[in-house]
């Protein structure tokens, strides 16, 4: 079989066109996955990057926590702690004319050098004297803070409803006292060696 130039013509230009698609689809394949491969590049840097701004905060965390932990109260081990916080709580709804129906502490819990009592608390007053109580509570600092509050409308102006109070604090051991700027130091016993 003998092809003439016009056969030999297409037959060129057909194997040109096959060989220039199936470049093209390469190339294409290729591309996609270089673009894929500089965005997971890219994203990663932009991980790093939020990580190591995170970590030049650092010394940031660390300032904030310990003035945190500095305005935390600090008890003696072998005081109860529940029933200061409850006098608190209780002292609290008198002043705002806020009646605490029933008030359930929980056990004292210890996270590292810092101790939470949850206390769960029946109420019922009207709004003046519970936004004045939850007002109260804030002003107390990192001490205490509200975790839940449910209100039930109970007639014209008289709410009624839960709340779950946490209380935070330190401990420090009994012969040793607070300074004002939460340094402990040790009480003279007598004894030359506290």
């Given amino acids: 079989m003998k092809l003439n130039v016009r056969e030999w013509n ?21 591309l996609d996955e270089r673009h894929d ?7 990663a840097e932009e991980r790093i990057a939020r990580r190591h701004a995170v970590i030049a905060q650092t010394e940031q965390w660390e300032d904030r926590l310990r003035e945190l932990r500095n305005s ?3 008890y003696p081990e072998d005081q109860d702690v529940t029933s200061r916080l409850l006098t608190l709580l209780e002292n609290a709804a008198t002043r705002h004319n806020l009646q605490l129906l029933r008030r359930d502490p929980e056990r004292e819990r210890r996270d590292g050098e810092l101790y939470e009592l949850t206390i769960n608390c029946r109420w019922r007053g009207d709004l003046e004297a519970l936004v ?13 803070g509200v975790r839940q509050l449910s209100i ?7 709410l009624e409803g839960t709340m779950t109070i946490d209380g935070a604090y330190s401990r420090h051991p009994a012969d040793q006292t607070e300074t004002a700027d939460g340094a402990s130091t040790a009480i003279l016993t007598g004894d030359p060696s506290s």
Avoid: H, K, W
């Fill in 10 to 30: 297409l037959l060129t230009l057909t194997a040109v066109v096959i060989l220039a698609v199936s470049a093209y689809m390469l190339a294409e394949n290729a």
């Fill in 72 to 74: 935390l109260p600090s």
């Fill in 152 to 158: 039930t409308p109970r007639g014209p102006g008289r």
């Fill in 37 to 43: 491969l500089i965005r997971a590049i890219q994203d």
């Fill in 132 to 144: 004045y109580f939850l007002f109260d509570l804030q002003q107390q600092g990192v001490q205490l």
